[in-house]
């Protein structure tokens, strides 16, 4: 169950920042690869009373010669327990409803990155999947780095397009499309020997199909009589997303400061920051740990509401994900290196979702409370 599974916003950027990781080397004829690195990274989130996670990833890199890089990774999703279905008033007061039954899905995902650099310009080509029961999508995309300045600054090109195939184990008849096409810009600066500023943009545009087949919002008006409507979503989503991410090293302290900040806007009227501040502190050669501090805050969707006006709109969306809450999320890591470039690492961390948490306090009145706990194991090395 695609739409209906999904978890929220915390558990996708975790999930991503795992696949963002450097993936599974291919070389392309054996004794190829002069330098390479692999290793395998397992995910595992648990929210309290709903959705558990479990996401092994196999990832790796290998350089060919002085000019290409190969880089993959095959990862596998396996999701269960209670879903969120929809918001109902029958109490009275509009709660979120979750299923009765036990959901269990897997989806595969995997990706592929090719480059070759030509002197200070890098161009790459990714070719990526994802499956499900009801959902499939495919992307591709081209990338392009430019070193600057004796390579003290880097500006970076892309575009990406992807095409999903969206479907329903509650409809089997449903077969919808969504068309999503990105471009991003970014640049990197060194700024001393301590530290670098890294700024990127990212603009998407999507079109077809948005509305969740396993969402729905039922409500029962004073005078008796009830309304119910499905998840019923614009038809297209454009997008602005602005990441900015800071590194400085203490030489003194053989610590780095780590600090990023995130603005995201759309045409849903969807307004968010994230703000993350972590150190990583040395203990010796071998030893290493990294606690950080993150915290989100969103506005609303336009067409967010628990309840089903009258009349009813033309769009309408009691997902949770679509309303006005904050979140603080922190974590631990702990990072092992040992002979041979052997690197262990560990990360456990908890996420608290509430409406009090939103900026200025005025979150969704109807927002349910969410609080989900997380660990990352990833062992690499390098051939």
């Known amino acids: 169950m695609h739409s209906g599974s999904e978890a929220p916003g915390s558990l996708h950027a975790l999930s991503r920042a795992a696949l963002a990781l450097p993936i599974l080397a291919i070389p392309v004829e054996a004794g190829a690869a002069e330098i390479g690195e692999m290793g395998f990274t397992i995910l595992g989130y648990k929210e309290r009373g709903l959705m558990k996670v479990v996401e092994p990833v196999l990832w790796g890199k290998a350089r060919i ?5 190969v880089q993959a990774n095959v990862a596998l999703d396996i999701v269960s327990g ?36 030509m002197g200070e310009l890098t161009l790459g080509i990714s070719r990526s999947f994802s499956e499900e029961n009801d959902y499939r999508s495919h992307a591709y995309g081209i990338e392009a780095r430019w070193d600057l300045n004796e390579r003290n600054t880097t500006l970076a090109f892309g ?28 640049v990197t600066q060194v700024l001393s020997r301590f530290d670098l500023v890294q700024s990127t943009v990212t603009v998407a545009r999507g079109r077809g199909w948005f509305n969740d087949p396993y969402k729905f919002t039922r409500t029962f008006y004073p005078d008796g009589a009830p309304a119910f409507l499905f998840d019923l979503r614009p038809s297209s989503r454009d997008s602005f997303a602005w990441l900015t991410r800071y590194r400085r090293h203490v030489p003194g302290a053989d610590g780095t400061l780590q600090a990023e900040y995130r603005y995201y806007s759309d045409d849903w009227d969807v307004r968010a920051h994230t703000l993350e501040v972590a150190w990583q502190q040395s203990l010796g050669e071998r030893w290493a740990v990294r606690p950080a501090l993150r915290y989100h805050t969103q506005g609303a969707a336009r067409f967010y509401s628990p309840v089903v006006p009258r009349p009813a709109p033309a769009e309408l969306s009691s997902d949770p ?10 974590s631990v890591r702990g990072i092992l290196k040992l002979d041979g470039g052997l690197l262990i690492e560990l990360t456990v961390g908890n996420v608290h979702n509430t409406r009090d948490f939103r900026a200025g306090g005025n979150g969704s009145p109807t927002y349910p409370t969410l609080q989900a706990w997380y660990g990352i194991l990833g062992i690499s090395r390098p051939f």
């Open 159 to 186: 575009y990406g397009q992807s095409a999903d195939s969206i479907g329903s184990t509650l409809e089997p008849t449903l077969d919808e499309r969504r068309d999503t096409r990105e471009y991003l810009f970014g």
């Open 82 to 117: 209670a879903s969120p279905e929809g918001v109902s008033n029958i109490s009275g007061t509009p709660v979120q409803l979750v299923s009765a039954a036990s959901v269990t899905d897997r989806r595969y995902l995997g990706d592929v990155r090719v480059s070759r650099r």
């Open 321 to 330: 994900r679509l309303a006005a809450f904050g979140g603080i999320s922190t």
């Open 65 to 69: 010669g002085e000019t290409w890089e």
